[in-house]
């Protein structure tokens, strides 16, 4: 989608977010049934605006004017709800429009999840809709509320008690059900909601279209989403960056995980870089939090939209268990925080005070605190004012909830945190409705599973990063000259030289006497492997033959791996041979990319060699990458320590690793048009200040087959 479609689809959203006059198509007097729920709604919800039912057999719905179709509506609409079958859609937009309607939100189905029937149906829907400039949100889809406006565009139950309380939250869920599902559970664990929206088969208006709709929002903090696929994941990542650059934290969940394709059998590549892989890549470089489970949803969404800034990754830990602290400690630990113990004299102090207890942190102030509650505040106060933590977790059993504790407890708790406004704490107990509501209402975040805390935090800190907005759709133009047809290895490296990647003296020769001629010009041992546009792994094949020296041995070596490769691959194309000098370095590297599907352009670096899928030792990035991505890129492998000299070995010559990367990045972004996958494998990284050299090259052209 350009920039004007975009905005065009934002100010249409807009005004459906903040209708003041709606058209229930198919509107029943049933409050019950799918074309009653939204009037319905509408009324308890508190909606301000005109509503038009359409049924042409009634004269009123549910105690307001029905009329028998739009035509009939005194007046424009901003929204037309559609509740009938899929065979009167058509007719009904051509009749919203006609009212001038913003969008239409399509209850209905019958469409593109029956088949190709149903999808060429949807097709001219949304085509006919796009001429006539209304948004489409569906077909199949539950709708959508917005809570400043009270709009309610939904026949979802989440709505059946009345509007779920307000908070700084949206939901956005391609799935109706499951979106509701979400809904009713963040409403149950105290996440206020100020949009809720399911986009359906997004025949119009995508996730992207919401996200970026939402994030011009002064008062939402968080958007949270489901997805289950995505058409372009470049509009997607630009979306997610523009809302974090806004200032909201954005955490996904995204299902449907795939197989790696057809062609992960020709290189390794693919196999390394599957969709998801892909796909987890891409929301982390838009800033988004990607979670897997519906309780890390509700917990992230809990903690994001009452928790301050944490930039900070110092952690205490209080606790009146051992046992507790120290799972909290291995917690912290996985998460990433450190756990400082407090100054000598802190400790000291605290000794005093707590003598059969530890004020190292994890803090435990034991049972004695039953008796002695003030020990609690102590504690806390230490820790916040001493221990310099950036956020402290509480653990509390289920004393907040004890008729004997819990007003001495609470009140200990509370006295704490006088004077550390602005302080992130997270408090792990067992509470009641009234306790939970007294804490939060004291800016305390309430959880009941420690770990669940901790890993809260973990997402809190995550998205206290702000990032720019980018725009990943905006590519150079894809100017890279025709690839040669049936490339070999030859061609290959020929090919990804020309964008900047190092390679060493190769030489093709066409027959084994010139494969010895080639080698007799080289000043050490020689390298010689078959080529071939059909084998990808040569080793496989007996394609390679290493550490070769003089004319008469290169020679014969050539010749008997032409009987090799001839049994082992009897119908492979052979174009002759690759001599090159035999190059050692500190490492070797697997270094390419490929197209996704989704997210075009992608890029991949890890452990290489012939143990490139065994150690799945890789780091991805959507392209372009620049030098400081790819050295990230590399710093994220186990394979690091490795490359940076551990253990008093030879540092790799990390820069030039890197810019190997940038170059297959822009050689992929050049190439996007004609190259489907490419692979340098292995490439050897010198000692720092001596380079990195592809040894291999693949490439496979788009269009090819496996």
């Not at 933590?389 to 653990?395: E, L």
């Not at 084994?512 to 078959?530: D, E, F, L, M, R």
């Amino acid at each position: 989608m350009d920039g004007a479609m975009a905005d065009t689809s934002r100010q249409g959203l807009e005004r459906m977010f903040n209708a003041r006059s709606i058209a229930v198509v198919g509107a029943s007097d049933d409050p019950t049934r799918i074309g009653g729920r939204p009037i319905r709604y509408l009324q308890t919800c508190g909606f301000q605006g005109q509503v038009y039912p359409i049924n042409p057999g009634r004269d009123t719905v549910q105690g307001l004017t029905a009329y028998a179709s739009l035509d009939d509506v005194p007046g424009d609409v901003d929204i037309v709800i559609l509740a009938i079958p899929a065979t009167l859609v058509a007719d009904a937009i051509e009749a919203a429009a006609r009212r001038n309607a913003a969008g239409v939100v399509i209850f209905s189905s019958g469409f593109a999840e029956l088949g190709p029937e149903g999808e060429a149906l949807q097709d001219r829907i949304a085509a006919r809709a796009a001429e006539l400039g209304l948004q489409v949100l569906g077909p199949n889809t539950l709708g959508f509320y917005a809570a400043p406006s009270r709009t309610v565009a939904t026949f979802s139950s989440l709505l059946e008690s009345g509007p779920p309380p307000e908070g700084p939250v949206a939901l956005v869920s391609q799935s109706g059900a499951f979106g509701a599902h979400l809904g009713i559970k963040a409403v149950k664990r105290g996440i206020g909601l100020r949009y809720w929206v399911t986009t359906g088969n997004e025949a119009g208006v995508s996730t992207t279209d919401v996200i970026r709709a939402l994030a011009a929002d002064p008062d939402l903090s968080v958007i949270g989403v489901y997805l289950e696929g995505v058409r372009d994941g470049r509009a997607l990542m630009t979306a997610i960056a523009g809302a974090r650059a806004a200032g909201k934290r954005v955490v996904v969940i995204k299902v449907g995980r795939t197989p790696v394709g057809s062609r992960a059998a020709q290189s390794h590549t693919a196999s390394l870089a599957g969709d998801d892989a892909v796909f987890d890549r891409a929301l982390a470089q838009a800033g988004a939090l990607r979670v897997t489970r519906t309780d890390e949803m509700l917990e992230a969404l809990y903690a994001l939209s009452r928790g301050a800034d944490l930039t900070g990754d110092r952690l205490g830990l209080l606790t009146v268990s051992g046992g507790a602290g120290v799972l909290m400690a291995d917690a912290a630990h996985d998460a990433g925080f450190v756990v400082p113990p407090l100054p000598d004299a802190a400790q000291a102090r605290l000794r005093k005070i707590c003598p059969f207890g530890s004020p190292v942190n994890p803090v435990d102030v034991t049972a004695q605190s039953m008796n002695e509650p003030s020990l609690i505040t102590d504690h806390l106060k230490a820790m916040f004012a001493d221990g310099g933590c950036d956020a402290v977790v509480g653990f509390f059993m289920n004393w907040l909830e004890s008729p004997l504790l819990a007003e001495k407890v609470r009140a200990a708790v509370l006295e704490g945190l006088e004077g550390q406004s602005g302080r992130t704490f997270a408090m792990v107990a067992n509470t009641d409705a009234e306790t939970r509501a007294l804490f939060e209402a004291r800016g305390v975040m309430v959880f009941d599973d420690p770990c669940g805390a901790i890993e809260a935090l973990r997402q809190l800190r995550h998205q206290s990063v702000r990032t720019a907005p980018r725009d990943w759709t905006a590519l150079p133009a894809a100017t890279a000259s025709p690839l040669a047809p049936d490339l070999t290895e030859y061609d290959a490296l020929q090919s990804v030289a020309a964008c900047g990647v190092a390679i060493p003296d190769v030489r093709r020769a066409e027959t084994p006497q010139q494969a010895g001629a080639a080698a007799g010009a080289s000043t050490g041992p020689v390298v010689v492997k078959i080529l071939s546009p059909d084998i990808a792994h040569k080793t496989e094949v007996g394609g390679v033959a290493l550490g070769l020296t003089g004319a008469e041995t290169v020679a014969a070596a050539a010749e008997r791996m032409l009987g090799r490769v001839g049994e082992k691959a009897p119908s492979a194309r052979l174009k002759g041979f690759l001599v090159s000098p035999m190059v050692s370095g500190v490492a070797e590297c697997i270094v390419g990319g490929r197209m996704d599907d989704v997210f075009g352009p992608v890029v991949m670096v890890g452990s290489g060699g012939i143990h490139a899928e065994i150690y799945r030792d890789v780091a991805l990035s959507v392209a372009p990458v620049d030098r400081a991505g790819a050295q990230a890129m590399l710093r994220s492998l186990r394979f690091w320590p490795l490359l940076d000299g551990a253990r008093g070995a030879a540092r790799a010559d990390v820069a030039a690793l890197a810019d190997t990367i940038v170059a297959i990045s822009d050689y992929l972004v050049a190439h996007r048009d004609q190259v489907a996958a490419v692979e340098l494998n292995p490439v050897s990284v010198g000692a720092d200040g001596q380079g990195a050299r592809a040894l291999d090259a693949f490439i496979e052209p788009k269009g090819a087959t496996a």
